[in-house]
Each structure stands twice: as C-alpha cells, then as structure tokens.
C-alpha cells in the first residue's frame, strides 16, 4: 500500500513523500533537511524525485538529496532545472514498480511554462497551479493558457484528492468569500480549514469535488461571482474575462 505524507518545507510548502514500508519518492523537494530527517525517521529509501517545475522553492533540495541518494529526477527539462534527468511530456506515463503506482503525465502551463502535473487515479500534484480554494500567478505563457490549465484538472474525476505544493487554503479562502459570500459550501470549507490549522493539520489533500465547489478559478460561469465582479466592473461575463479578472483582482487583495 503506497501512502503520501506532507513534508512541510520553507515558509508554507509541502513537500509530498510518496512511500510504502521501504521505499519513498518525494515531490517537490524545496529544501533536502526536512526530507532526510523524514526518510531517517521511518527507514526508508529514495529511489526518485519529481518535479512540477522549475521555481527554487520546488527544487532546491535536490542538489542535497542526491549526495546521499543518487536517484532519477523526473519532470519537464529546462535550462532553469538542470537536475532533470528523465523528460516527461503530455501523454509520457511514469511507472514506479516499488511503490505500486503509475502516473500519467499532464502539461499545465500558464503559471510557467515547463509545468506539469503527476496524475494517477485519485491522486493528482499539481505543483503551483491548483491550489486550495485559488491558483498560481501567472508568470510565463498567458492567462488563457492558465485558465485552460486549471479546466483541464477541473475535468478529473470528482474523488481525485488534489495535492498542491503550499498552505495557501486559508488565505485563498478569504478571497473566496468576497466573491461568493452567500456559497455554503464555502462557508463550511472555511470552518473546516480553520480547525485542520489549529489542529495542526495541513488542509490538503482536497478533492476536485472540492475544488469545484469553492474555488473561484473554477467557478467563473457563476451568476453570484460573476455579479460581484461587474460591481467591480467588469463588463464581459465570458468566462476568460471572468478568470482575469478574477486573476488580476486576487494578486492586490
């Protein structure tokens, strides 16, 4: 039986462990301490490392990690991530025989360019571009390739549990809010995240069902959303301009 534990990293990353009783792959590794203190604590062995993209916060432990284990590095190759030592493309699929688990690769640009996203039934990283109730900022590409991005995961199955690399869920929340305060199931996530936090807890994994229901960045054909934007406004509800809007509006809240 294969688990996924939160490694947490840096300010507010996760790194996710992807392990059995001795073998462990992890995702992301912004940072190496946290993720050997993990492997020593439950004696457990790296045999690969994947990447979502290229950003330091996603890949600066792996320098670290591969002095004591030298294992494969899995994600999209680019100049600004030399430590990619298998290639994956949209279509390629990812098979690791130790943990019992295959992943079909995603391309998911828009936050940068070389994202993509690790999907197996029920399990999707994806990195920075779905987070908890938002999504990343866009950095290369354009926002209708990030639009496409985030309707492409909305597309999976409704179980599917939605790992994202940060602890933004909260923060996300608020924002939530002010576009649909009167969402129930909004109401009720952001009572739920708030005990996951002061328990201790992290509020990931969530689920494209979730994600659906709550995160605006899905939600843009919503007549409550899409009011409060033309408030604001907004003067083409067409979803695209609704996601920009939503997009450009979020990065000053």
């Known amino acids: 039986m294969t688990d996924i534990t939160a490694i947490p990293a840096l300010r ?77 493309h949209e279509g390629s699929q990812l098979k690791f025989d130790a943990l019992g688990i295959n992943f079909d690769i995603l391309e998911i640009p828009g936050h940068l360019n070389d994202h993509i996203a690790y999907y197996a039934p029920d399990i999707l990283f994806c990195g920075d571009v779905l987070f908890g109730a938002g999504c990343g900022r866009n950095f290369e590409g354009t926002l209708a390739q990030l639009h496409l991005s985030l309707q492409r995961l909305a597309q999976l199955p409704d179980t599917t549990r939605v790992y994202s690399a940060h602890e933004y869920t909260t923060a996300n929340l608020r924002f939530a809010l002010a576009c649909e305060p ?24 969530s689920t494209i069902a979730l994600e659906k229901a709550t995160n605006p960045f899905l939600r843009c054909n919503q007549p409550e959303l899409i009011r409060t934007l033309q408030q604001r406004g907004l003067t083409d509800a067409g979803e695209l301009s609704v996601f920009i809007a939503l997009r450009e509006w979020r990065n000053h809240f």
Request: aromatic fraction near 6%.
């Open 182 to 205: 009167h969402n129930m199931e909004l109401l009720r996530r952001i009572e739920q995240a708030e005990q996951q936090l002061m328990a201790n807890l992290p509020t990931l994994p």
């Open 12 to 88: 507010d990353n996760y790194i996710w462990a992807l392990h059995n009783s001795r073998y462990a792959a992890v995702v992301d590794p912004g940072e190496a301490a946290p993720v050997l203190d993990f492997l020593d604590t439950h004696g457990l062995q790296l045999n690969a490392i994947l990447c979502t993209h290229r950003h330091a916060d996603h890949i600066g432990g792996i320098t670290k990690l591969r002095e004591v284990y030298s294992v494969p590095v899995y994600g999209r190759q680019h100049p600004g991530n030399p430590y990619v030592s298998h290639d994956l």
